[in-house]
């Protein structure tokens, strides 16, 4: 009886379901394959966890050239970074590297297109003028909802953990029930 007491107890203390599972990119605006069609001028990458500062991300062009970004903050698992001028039409990628809470190190990529409309350029002399002071000046993005990004988590050793405890004890049942026949 000690024995299946012990395994059971073993097996409680072994399976922590989510506690032992690491930060993982949760969220994304704008989302992987999304076509923004609004001047786009931040992107936020939000986590399931908390993340270090440090975590960065850098957003490329299709012509293969980084994309500055002029802020990039973090805040309660959200990294965010801005632009000085909403990004040209075009395809990106986002290439992101972030450290977990507890240490462990983090990547990858997500892609998106921006195809908003583009601001028509007066002929006179007086209009272009304005539209180069206009084009500088920053524009106000609205924010979009962010949408999951699918989750990355594999539970496998989890799954080989639970079903080895299972095994124990079981068989330390079985063991148990022999000993208590043959005596």
Known sequence: MKIVLLSILAALFLYVPNAAAHTYLDTTN???????????????????GKIEQGSIFKV???NG??????????VDGVLTGSFDNPLPNGDYTVQWNSISEDGHPLSGE???TVNA???????SEEN????????????????????NVENDKNNTPLLIVGGMLLAIILISIIILLARKKTK
């Open 30 to 48: 704008p989302e992987d394959g999304e076509v923004v069609t609004e001047p786009l001028q931040s992107i936020a990458l939000t986590y399931a």
């Open 60 to 62: 490329i062009a299709s």
């Open 65 to 74: 050239e980084q994309v500055e970004t002029s802020d990039i903050t973090l």
């Open 110 to 112: 997500f892609s998106f």
């Open 117 to 123: 409309p583009e601001t028509e350029v007066a002929v």
């Open 128 to 147: 272009v003028e304005q539209a180069e002071v206009e084009d500088s000046a920053q524009v106000d993005v609205p924010e979009s909802e962010p949408v």
